[in-house]
Protein backbone atom coordinates (compact mmCIF):
# COMPACT_ATOMS: atom_id res chain seq x y z
CA UNK A 1 0.00 0.00 0.00
CA UNK A 2 3.27 2.28 0.80
CA UNK A 3 4.15 2.27 -2.88
CA UNK A 4 0.69 2.57 -4.11
CA UNK A 5 0.83 4.47 -7.37
CA UNK A 6 -2.73 6.62 -5.96
CA UNK A 7 -2.00 8.76 -3.58
CA UNK A 8 -5.02 8.20 -1.38
CA UNK A 9 -3.62 4.59 -0.81
CA UNK A 10 -0.65 6.03 0.21
CA UNK A 11 -2.29 8.33 2.74
CA UNK A 12 -4.45 5.10 3.78
CA UNK A 13 -1.47 2.95 4.42
CA UNK A 14 0.72 6.05 6.18
CA UNK A 15 -2.97 5.90 8.68
CA UNK A 16 -2.77 2.43 9.39
CA UNK A 17 0.68 2.63 10.20
CA UNK A 18 0.16 5.43 12.73
CA UNK A 19 -3.22 3.93 14.30
CA UNK A 20 -3.02 0.49 14.30
CA UNK A 21 -0.94 -2.12 16.66
CA UNK A 22 0.54 -5.27 16.22
CA UNK A 23 -1.91 -8.35 16.75
CA UNK A 24 1.04 -10.80 18.01
CA UNK A 25 0.23 -12.27 21.28
CA UNK A 26 3.70 -10.71 22.61
CA UNK A 27 2.31 -7.44 22.50
CA UNK A 28 0.82 -5.90 25.79
CA UNK A 29 -3.63 -5.61 24.82
CA UNK A 30 -4.39 -2.12 24.03
CA UNK A 31 -8.37 -2.51 24.22
CA UNK A 32 -10.68 -4.83 25.59
CA UNK A 33 -11.71 -7.24 23.22
CA UNK A 34 -14.92 -7.04 21.40
CA UNK A 35 -15.60 -10.81 20.86
CA UNK A 36 -14.21 -13.94 20.84
CA UNK A 37 -13.25 -13.79 17.70
CA UNK A 38 -11.05 -10.38 17.84
CA UNK A 39 -7.03 -11.14 17.72
CA UNK A 40 -7.14 -8.80 20.51
CA UNK A 41 -8.70 -11.83 22.87
CA UNK A 42 -5.11 -13.56 22.29
CA UNK A 43 -3.10 -10.81 23.90
CA UNK A 44 -2.75 -12.11 28.02
CA UNK A 45 -1.51 -9.95 30.30
CA UNK A 46 -0.03 -12.33 32.37
CA UNK A 47 2.41 -13.39 29.60
CA UNK A 48 2.47 -10.64 27.15
CA UNK A 49 6.25 -9.21 27.82
CA UNK A 50 6.08 -6.53 25.01
CA UNK A 51 4.54 -3.30 24.88
CA UNK A 52 1.93 -2.49 22.41
CA UNK A 53 3.41 -1.21 18.90
CA UNK A 54 2.53 -0.07 15.91
CA UNK A 55 2.13 -2.14 12.62
CA UNK A 56 4.48 -1.26 10.12
CA UNK A 57 5.79 -4.38 8.16
CA UNK A 58 3.62 -4.81 5.30
CA UNK A 59 3.10 -8.18 4.37
CA UNK A 60 4.13 -8.99 0.78
CA UNK A 61 1.58 -11.30 -0.35
CA UNK A 62 -1.20 -8.62 0.47
CA UNK A 63 -0.01 -5.56 0.84
CA UNK A 64 -1.33 -4.47 4.02
CA UNK A 65 0.85 -3.22 7.03
CA UNK A 66 -0.07 -5.99 9.15
CA UNK A 67 2.55 -6.68 11.62
CA UNK A 68 5.29 -4.44 13.54
CA UNK A 69 8.37 -6.34 12.55
CA UNK A 70 8.79 -8.91 9.78
CA UNK A 71 9.76 -11.46 12.85
CA UNK A 72 6.73 -10.82 14.36
CA UNK A 73 4.57 -11.28 10.82
CA UNK A 74 6.60 -14.72 10.01
CA UNK A 75 6.38 -16.21 13.24
CA UNK A 76 2.41 -14.93 13.62
CA UNK A 77 2.50 -16.40 9.42
CA UNK A 78 -0.48 -18.89 10.53
CA UNK A 79 -2.66 -16.80 12.38
CA UNK A 80 -2.15 -13.85 9.46
CA UNK A 81 -3.13 -16.67 6.82
CA UNK A 82 -6.19 -17.03 7.26
CA UNK A 83 -6.91 -13.41 6.39
CA UNK A 84 -4.31 -13.17 3.91
CA UNK A 85 -6.33 -13.68 1.05
CA UNK A 86 -9.05 -11.41 2.23
CA UNK A 87 -6.82 -8.57 2.87
CA UNK A 88 -5.33 -9.02 -1.07
CA UNK A 89 -8.60 -9.01 -2.21
CA UNK A 90 -9.79 -5.81 -0.76
CA UNK A 91 -6.20 -4.14 -1.18
CA UNK A 92 -6.84 -5.21 -5.56
CA UNK A 93 -10.49 -3.94 -5.45
CA UNK A 94 -9.43 -0.74 -3.66
CA UNK A 95 -6.75 0.19 -6.50
CA UNK A 96 -9.85 -0.71 -8.86
CA UNK A 97 -11.62 2.03 -7.58
CA UNK A 98 -8.63 4.04 -8.10
CA UNK A 99 -7.75 2.70 -11.85
CA UNK A 100 -9.75 5.24 -13.99
CA UNK A 101 -10.97 2.12 -15.74
CA UNK A 102 -14.97 2.57 -17.01
CA UNK A 103 -17.52 0.91 -14.85
CA UNK A 104 -20.44 -0.19 -16.75
CA UNK A 105 -21.52 -2.34 -13.32
CA UNK A 106 -22.21 0.97 -11.82
CA UNK A 107 -24.67 1.97 -14.72
CA UNK A 108 -28.41 1.08 -13.73
CA UNK A 109 -31.04 0.16 -15.62
CA UNK A 110 -34.51 2.55 -15.81
CA UNK A 111 -37.82 1.58 -14.97
CA UNK A 112 -39.12 -1.75 -16.52
CA UNK A 113 -43.06 -2.73 -17.57
CA UNK A 114 -45.03 -3.67 -14.25
CA UNK A 115 -45.56 -7.21 -16.03
CA UNK A 116 -41.69 -8.01 -16.11
CA UNK A 117 -41.43 -9.43 -12.46
CA UNK A 118 -38.29 -9.27 -10.59
CA UNK A 119 -36.32 -12.37 -9.02
CA UNK A 120 -35.44 -11.51 -5.40
CA UNK A 121 -33.82 -15.19 -4.81
CA UNK A 122 -30.34 -13.55 -4.53
CA UNK A 123 -27.91 -11.23 -6.53
CA UNK A 124 -27.83 -12.93 -9.37
CA UNK A 125 -31.15 -13.20 -10.40
CA UNK A 126 -32.22 -9.85 -9.49
CA UNK A 127 -29.13 -8.49 -11.32
CA UNK A 128 -30.66 -10.63 -14.54
CA UNK A 129 -34.33 -9.70 -13.89
CA UNK A 130 -33.74 -6.26 -14.05
CA UNK A 131 -31.76 -6.38 -17.21
CA UNK A 132 -28.66 -5.33 -15.33
CA UNK A 133 -25.71 -5.10 -18.30
CA UNK A 134 -23.71 -8.60 -17.67
CA UNK A 135 -21.06 -8.66 -15.22
CA UNK A 136 -18.78 -11.56 -15.80
CA UNK A 137 -15.72 -11.34 -13.15
CA UNK A 138 -16.05 -11.37 -9.10
CA UNK A 139 -14.28 -8.05 -8.91
CA UNK A 140 -16.82 -6.14 -10.75
CA UNK A 141 -19.64 -8.03 -8.95
CA UNK A 142 -18.19 -6.87 -5.59
CA UNK A 143 -17.98 -3.36 -6.52
CA UNK A 144 -21.39 -3.45 -7.58
CA UNK A 145 -22.58 -5.20 -4.55
CA UNK A 146 -20.81 -2.67 -2.68
CA UNK A 147 -23.58 0.22 -3.49
CA UNK A 148 -26.72 -1.55 -4.06
CA UNK A 149 -26.89 -3.91 -1.00
CA UNK A 150 -28.30 -0.72 1.16
CA UNK A 151 -31.66 -0.36 -1.47
CA UNK A 152 -32.05 -3.87 -2.29
CA UNK A 153 -31.69 -4.84 1.70
CA UNK A 154 -34.62 -2.77 2.50
CA UNK A 155 -36.57 -3.77 -1.38
CA UNK A 156 -35.49 -8.10 -0.59
CA UNK A 157 -37.72 -7.48 2.97
CA UNK A 158 -40.28 -5.21 2.26
CA UNK A 159 -41.70 -6.46 -1.60
CA UNK A 160 -44.15 -9.29 -1.61
CA UNK A 161 -41.69 -11.55 -3.74
CA UNK A 162 -39.12 -11.28 -0.78
CA UNK A 163 -36.83 -14.62 -0.22
CA UNK A 164 -37.50 -14.93 3.13
CA UNK A 165 -40.49 -17.14 4.07
CA UNK A 166 -42.02 -17.81 7.45
CA UNK A 167 -40.78 -20.02 9.97
CA UNK A 168 -43.07 -22.51 9.84
CA UNK A 169 -41.59 -23.72 5.93
CA UNK A 170 -38.30 -25.61 5.95
CA UNK A 171 -35.23 -22.29 6.18
CA UNK A 172 -38.16 -20.05 6.82
CA UNK A 173 -37.30 -16.50 9.04
CA UNK A 174 -40.23 -14.69 9.30
CA UNK A 175 -42.37 -15.07 12.55
CA UNK A 176 -46.09 -15.11 12.49
CA UNK A 177 -45.97 -11.40 14.13
CA UNK A 178 -43.48 -10.68 11.12
CA UNK A 179 -45.96 -12.01 8.66
CA UNK A 180 -48.31 -9.62 10.01
CA UNK A 181 -46.34 -6.77 10.32
CA UNK A 182 -45.21 -6.92 6.67
CA UNK A 183 -48.37 -7.96 5.51
CA UNK A 184 -49.52 -4.12 6.35
CA UNK A 185 -46.48 -2.52 4.35
CA UNK A 186 -47.20 -4.71 1.51
CA UNK A 187 -50.67 -3.60 0.98
CA UNK A 188 -49.53 -0.23 0.36
CA UNK A 189 -46.67 -1.23 -1.70
CA UNK A 190 -48.22 -2.97 -4.12
CA UNK A 191 -51.30 -1.42 -4.30
CA UNK A 192 -54.41 -2.42 -7.01
CA UNK A 193 -55.17 -0.64 -10.02
CA UNK A 194 -57.39 2.28 -9.62
CA UNK A 195 -58.75 2.67 -12.83
CA UNK A 196 -57.52 6.58 -12.70
CA UNK A 197 -57.05 8.99 -15.43
CA UNK A 198 -56.20 12.76 -15.88
CA UNK A 199 -59.78 12.81 -16.33
CA UNK A 200 -62.18 14.75 -13.72
CA UNK A 201 -64.22 11.55 -14.00
CA UNK A 202 -61.16 9.33 -13.10
CA UNK A 203 -59.81 11.01 -10.14
CA UNK A 204 -58.43 8.82 -7.33
CA UNK A 205 -57.59 9.79 -3.70
CA UNK A 206 -53.71 9.57 -3.72
CA UNK A 207 -52.28 7.68 -0.79
CA UNK A 208 -49.42 9.46 1.53
CA UNK A 209 -45.55 8.19 0.30
CA UNK A 210 -44.19 5.19 1.89
CA UNK A 211 -41.97 6.63 4.53
CA UNK A 212 -38.33 5.14 5.43
CA UNK A 213 -36.55 6.22 8.11
CA UNK A 214 -32.37 5.14 7.95
CA UNK A 215 -31.28 6.21 11.13
CA UNK A 216 -27.81 6.97 12.10
CA UNK A 217 -27.19 7.30 8.88
CA UNK A 218 -23.49 7.43 7.32
CA UNK A 219 -22.44 6.10 4.69
CA UNK A 220 -25.23 5.18 2.81
CA UNK A 221 -26.77 9.02 2.85
CA UNK A 222 -23.84 9.84 0.39
CA UNK A 223 -24.83 6.84 -1.93
CA UNK A 224 -25.36 7.97 -5.56
CA UNK A 225 -29.10 8.89 -5.71
CA UNK A 226 -29.28 6.59 -8.86
CA UNK A 227 -28.66 3.50 -6.51
CA UNK A 228 -31.54 4.82 -4.35
CA UNK A 229 -33.82 5.26 -6.95
CA UNK A 230 -33.76 1.26 -7.59
CA UNK A 231 -35.97 1.19 -4.59
CA UNK A 232 -38.59 2.70 -6.09
CA UNK A 233 -38.65 0.83 -9.22
CA UNK A 234 -39.44 -2.09 -7.38
CA UNK A 235 -42.79 -0.56 -6.24
CA UNK A 236 -43.53 1.47 -9.53
CA UNK A 237 -46.69 2.19 -7.98
CA UNK A 238 -46.17 4.15 -4.64
CA UNK A 239 -44.27 7.56 -4.14
CA UNK A 240 -41.15 7.11 -1.26
CA UNK A 241 -39.55 9.85 1.10
CA UNK A 242 -36.53 8.38 2.27
CA UNK A 243 -35.56 9.83 5.22
CA UNK A 244 -31.80 9.93 6.78
CA UNK A 245 -31.07 11.28 10.43
CA UNK A 246 -27.70 10.81 12.39
CA UNK A 247 -25.47 13.34 13.01
CA UNK A 248 -22.79 11.84 10.53
CA UNK A 249 -25.90 12.10 8.05
CA UNK A 250 -23.83 14.87 6.07
CA UNK A 251 -20.47 13.78 6.70
CA UNK A 252 -17.55 14.84 3.81
CA UNK A 253 -20.64 16.32 2.06
CA UNK A 254 -20.32 20.46 2.98
CA UNK A 255 -19.65 21.18 -0.52
CA UNK A 256 -22.04 19.19 -1.96
CA UNK A 257 -24.91 20.56 0.57
CA UNK A 258 -23.93 23.14 2.72
CA UNK A 259 -25.76 22.51 5.97
CA UNK A 260 -28.85 24.96 6.25
CA UNK A 261 -29.61 27.80 8.85
CA UNK A 262 -32.54 26.73 11.66
CA UNK A 263 -35.18 28.72 11.42
CA UNK A 264 -38.75 28.60 12.14
CA UNK A 265 -39.49 27.36 9.85
CA UNK A 266 -37.03 25.20 9.14
CA UNK A 267 -35.91 24.19 12.97
CA UNK A 268 -33.73 20.76 12.43
CA UNK A 269 -32.27 22.36 9.76
CA UNK A 270 -33.07 19.59 6.89
CA UNK A 271 -31.74 19.34 3.14
CA UNK A 272 -34.52 18.19 1.18
CA UNK A 273 -33.78 16.70 -1.93
CA UNK A 274 -37.72 16.35 -4.08
CA UNK A 275 -36.18 16.72 -7.72
CA UNK A 276 -34.36 13.38 -7.90
CA UNK A 277 -37.50 11.39 -9.71
CA UNK A 278 -41.19 11.56 -9.61
CA UNK A 279 -41.40 8.58 -7.09
CA UNK A 280 -38.92 10.00 -4.94
CA UNK A 281 -37.95 12.20 -2.37
CA UNK A 282 -34.91 12.35 0.01
CA UNK A 283 -35.01 14.15 2.95
CA UNK A 284 -31.42 14.63 5.64
CA UNK A 285 -31.68 15.40 9.51
CA UNK A 286 -27.95 16.20 11.29
CA UNK A 287 -29.34 15.59 14.51
CA UNK A 288 -29.93 12.36 17.06
CA UNK A 289 -33.55 10.71 16.05
CA UNK A 290 -34.44 10.83 20.01
CA UNK A 291 -34.60 14.91 20.04
CA UNK A 292 -37.07 14.73 16.47
CA UNK A 293 -39.10 12.16 17.87
CA UNK A 294 -39.58 14.42 21.11
CA UNK A 295 -40.43 17.03 19.09
CA UNK A 296 -43.28 15.10 17.84
CA UNK A 297 -41.65 16.40 14.16
CA UNK A 298 -42.62 12.77 12.63
CA UNK A 299 -45.58 11.71 14.56
CA UNK A 300 -48.19 10.39 13.47
CA UNK A 301 -46.44 6.30 12.57
CA UNK A 302 -48.50 4.35 10.58
CA UNK A 303 -47.37 0.65 10.63
CA UNK A 304 -49.21 0.36 6.67
CA UNK A 305 -46.62 3.29 5.83
CA UNK A 306 -43.82 3.80 7.81
CA UNK A 307 -40.48 1.62 8.10
CA UNK A 308 -37.59 2.64 10.23
CA UNK A 309 -33.88 0.68 8.99
CA UNK A 310 -30.79 0.73 11.13
CA UNK A 311 -27.66 -0.34 8.53
CA UNK A 312 -25.42 -1.83 11.02
CA UNK A 313 -26.07 0.51 14.16
CA UNK A 314 -24.12 -0.80 17.34
CA UNK A 315 -26.82 -1.01 19.25
CA UNK A 316 -24.75 -3.02 21.76
CA UNK A 317 -21.22 -2.08 20.54
CA UNK A 318 -19.29 -0.33 23.94
CA UNK A 319 -18.80 2.94 22.45
CA UNK A 320 -21.97 3.62 20.67
CA UNK A 321 -24.97 1.45 23.08
CA UNK A 322 -25.19 4.93 24.99
CA UNK A 323 -26.17 6.65 22.01
CA UNK A 324 -29.33 4.18 21.63
CA UNK A 325 -30.02 3.88 25.04
CA UNK A 326 -32.89 6.71 24.53
CA UNK A 327 -33.92 6.09 21.08
CA UNK A 328 -34.98 2.73 21.38
CA UNK A 329 -37.68 2.80 23.57
CA UNK A 330 -38.97 5.70 21.31
CA UNK A 331 -38.80 3.31 18.21
CA UNK A 332 -40.57 0.59 20.29
CA UNK A 333 -43.15 2.93 20.86
CA UNK A 334 -44.27 3.38 17.03
CA UNK A 335 -45.10 0.03 16.94
CA UNK A 336 -43.73 -0.02 13.21
CA UNK A 337 -41.24 -2.30 11.65
CA UNK A 338 -37.58 -1.96 12.45
CA UNK A 339 -35.22 -3.57 9.78
CA UNK A 340 -31.71 -3.70 11.25
CA UNK A 341 -28.44 -5.25 9.64
CA UNK A 342 -25.22 -6.09 11.41
CA UNK A 343 -21.53 -7.41 9.72
CA UNK A 344 -21.59 -9.91 11.28
CA UNK A 345 -23.14 -12.61 13.15
CA UNK A 346 -21.95 -11.55 16.65
CA UNK A 347 -22.43 -8.07 16.34
CA UNK A 348 -26.18 -8.97 15.02
CA UNK A 349 -26.68 -11.26 18.58
CA UNK A 350 -24.77 -8.58 20.89
CA UNK A 351 -27.50 -5.95 19.45
CA UNK A 352 -30.30 -8.19 19.85
CA UNK A 353 -28.78 -9.53 23.86
CA UNK A 354 -28.73 -5.60 24.42
CA UNK A 355 -31.85 -5.24 23.12
CA UNK A 356 -33.91 -7.29 25.43
CA UNK A 357 -31.48 -6.50 28.12
CA UNK A 358 -32.94 -3.08 28.02
CA UNK A 359 -36.74 -3.25 27.37
CA UNK A 360 -37.36 -7.42 28.15
CA UNK A 361 -40.54 -8.45 26.60
CA UNK A 362 -41.56 -5.53 25.02
CA UNK A 363 -39.85 -6.26 21.85
CA UNK A 364 -41.43 -8.64 18.58
CA UNK A 365 -38.86 -10.35 16.62
CA UNK A 366 -40.44 -9.88 12.49
CA UNK A 367 -37.44 -11.85 11.46
CA UNK A 368 -34.76 -14.29 12.52
CA UNK A 369 -31.78 -12.74 12.90
CA UNK A 370 -29.59 -14.62 9.79
CA UNK A 371 -27.38 -13.85 6.64
CA UNK A 372 -28.16 -11.11 4.19
CA UNK A 373 -29.18 -12.50 0.76
CA UNK A 374 -28.63 -8.96 -0.58
CA UNK A 375 -24.95 -8.32 1.74
CA UNK A 376 -21.95 -6.70 0.00
CA UNK A 377 -19.85 -9.21 -1.43
CA UNK A 378 -16.78 -7.08 -0.84
CA UNK A 379 -14.40 -7.24 2.33
CA UNK A 380 -13.77 -4.14 3.85
CA UNK A 381 -10.87 -3.16 6.29
CA UNK A 382 -11.16 -1.31 9.89
CA UNK A 383 -8.19 1.02 9.35
CA UNK A 384 -7.81 1.08 13.09
CA UNK A 385 -7.16 -2.94 13.26
CA UNK A 386 -6.00 -4.82 9.95
CA UNK A 387 -7.13 -7.98 11.00
CA UNK A 388 -10.65 -6.88 11.39
CA UNK A 389 -12.48 -7.49 8.41
CA UNK A 390 -16.18 -7.42 7.68
CA UNK A 391 -18.68 -7.22 4.73
CA UNK A 392 -21.50 -4.34 5.11
CA UNK A 393 -24.86 -5.76 5.70
CA UNK A 394 -23.72 -9.25 6.16
CA UNK A 395 -26.65 -10.01 8.30
CA UNK A 396 -30.34 -8.70 8.91
CA UNK A 397 -33.18 -9.14 11.36
CA UNK A 398 -36.25 -7.03 11.99
CA UNK A 399 -37.83 -6.17 15.04
CA UNK A 400 -41.08 -4.12 16.37
CA UNK A 401 -42.25 -2.63 19.66
CA UNK A 402 -44.47 -5.50 21.07
CA UNK A 403 -48.17 -5.35 20.32
CA UNK A 404 -51.02 -6.18 23.05
CA UNK A 405 -54.12 -7.42 21.36
CA UNK A 406 -57.74 -6.78 23.50
CA UNK A 407 -59.32 -10.06 23.99
CA UNK A 408 -63.39 -9.90 24.19
CA UNK A 409 -64.32 -11.77 27.48
CA UNK A 410 -67.59 -13.71 27.55
CA UNK A 411 -70.16 -12.28 30.38
CA UNK A 412 -71.22 -15.64 31.20
CA UNK A 413 -67.77 -17.41 31.24
CA UNK A 414 -66.23 -17.61 35.20
Same mark, same amino acid.
Given at each position: ?????????????????????????????????????????????? +?????????????????????????????????????????????????????????????????????????????????????????????????????????????????????????????????????????????????????????????????????????????????????????????PRVPFHLIFI???????????????????ANPFGAIVED????????????????????????????????????????????????????????????????????????????????????????????????? +?????????? +??????????? +??????????????????????
Amino acid at each position: MSESPSPNIRKRAAFIKSHAYCPHPSHHPTRMALSPHDPESRKDPA +NASIPPSLVQFECPDCGIPVSCSEEHWADDYESHMELCDTLREINEDDHDLRSGRHFPEFESPGQQMEEVLVNMTNWDTYLYTREYQAINDDRSLRQATRLLTYPLTIGSILSELSPYESIHRKGGRLTTEGLRSLAALRYSLHPPRTGGDMTVKGLRPTPPPMRIFILGARAESSLPREAWIQLSFLFPRVPFHLIFIGPEAMANRDREFPLPERTPANPFGAIVEDRISNHMKITTYVEYYHTLHQAGFFQPFDPYFDCFVLFHPGLGHPASAHEWSETLPQLLETKVPIISTGYTEWDMRRDIDWCKEKVGGEMDILMEPGE +NKFRSLRWDL +NDYDPSDVSCG +NWGVWTFRGKRYETQMKDEHEG
